[in-house]
């Protein structure tokens, strides 16, 4: 079968090759601990199950939804971002309904630009960022988040002819894979940045709920000026242990909005009603099960980052999001490394290549298992005798 040019050009899908390599090693019967790819591994909490259960049931459920979501769901959205960041939303206009927000993030170029146009991305970043720009047939350009800066682009070091071409950028925060954070002045620099150059801005909020040290991650909205300039993307999946539930909502620039309701309207008649109907469960309900969350990643990146440290191990302690980021040691390139630890110490991680040209000389952890597991995994790694402690 002769497949398009346009399917030929889509990367490698990177965490399905991860998942390949550490399913066979399972199946040898080896005792993995899979800190690889970006899975929750706590359920979802029981009452959105039960509201899923409830809405199962409705009769109603055989029929097409509405093509742009259920209203209760985009009024949802808009109460959540009210009550968590203070930024006032019009539920109808501000608000589309996603399949998880992956889809929406590769949608996008799709919406707002011709093939050809340049977007920016981060590097290192979430490789299925690359997925979008293969499917509108559009070029690319990175930009880098350096050590040094805290993770955060570097405005001033954009090339002039970078910033007059580029018409979209994405930017993430809590970052995955870095587990770096933005603050308010950062976001304040940004909408300055897109004001000044023209570029539309799409804040991908994945890991929205999880910082630490008592700090609440910033919604890129809550900058005045925001909205005039972009979007925000946020996922269900890690707030609220959904991933497998595919729910997610864009919110911000109305005509943005639109362009991905417009596009959206082709291609799919909006989610399941009842997963749309335990979202509003999630959105609304008691948030206990977050801080619950929260509480638990970070007893686990405090756990992870002690034994670390005991080995000779410097790690940067993460500030949010729920992935660690490592130097790897002298000798290995990534890859090598975490295939290293894969065959010798069972611990699967993610090698930083695969987010970027500045992800090599980095692995990524995901904080995806207990605390008695995560030391074992570093105890493991240890007996390498790799670092010197
Ligand atoms: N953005 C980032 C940075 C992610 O890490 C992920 C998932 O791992 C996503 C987006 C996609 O999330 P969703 O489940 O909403 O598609």
Known sequence: ???????????????????????????????????????????????????????????????????????????????????????????????????????????????????????????????????????????????????????????????PDQKEKAKLMYLNYPNNPTGATADHAFFEKTVKFAKENQIVVVHDFAYGAIGYNGKKPVSFLEIEGAKDVGIEMYTLSKTYNMAGWRVGFAVGNPDIIEAINLIQDHLYCSLFPAVQKAAVAALTGDQTSVDELVERYERRRDTFVAACRDIGWKIQAPNGSFFAWLPVPEGFTSEEFADFLLEKADVAVAAGKGFGKHGEGYIRVGLLVDGERLKEAVNRIGKLNLFKS
Do not use: W
């Not at 608000?95 to 290192?124: I, Q, R, S, W």
């Open 1 to 159: 079968m002769k497949y398009s040019r346009r399917l030929k050009k889509l990367p490698e899908q990177f965490f399905a090759s991860l998942v390949k390599k550490v399913n066979k090693a399972i199946a040898e019967g080896r005792d993995i601990i899979n800190l690889g790819q970006g899975n929750p591994d706590q359920p979802t909490p029981a009452h959105i199950v039960k509201a899923l259960q409830a809405a199962a049931e409705d009769p109603q459920t055989h029929k097409y939804p509405p093509f742009r979501g259920l209203p209760e769901l985009k009024e949802a959205a808009g109460a959540f971002y009210q009550k968590e960041y203070g930024v006032k939303l019009d539920p109808e206009t501000e608000v589309a309904v996603l399949f998880g927000t992956k889809a929406g993030l590769v949608e996008l170029p799709l919406c707002l630009l011709n093939e050809g146009d340049t977007m920016l991305l981060p590097d290192p970043g979430y490789p299925d960022y690359l997925s979008g720009v293969a499917l509108a047939n559009v070029e690319y350009e990175t930009f880098p988040l350096k050590a040094e800066n805290g993770f955060l682009p570097d405005y001033e070091a954009f090339p």
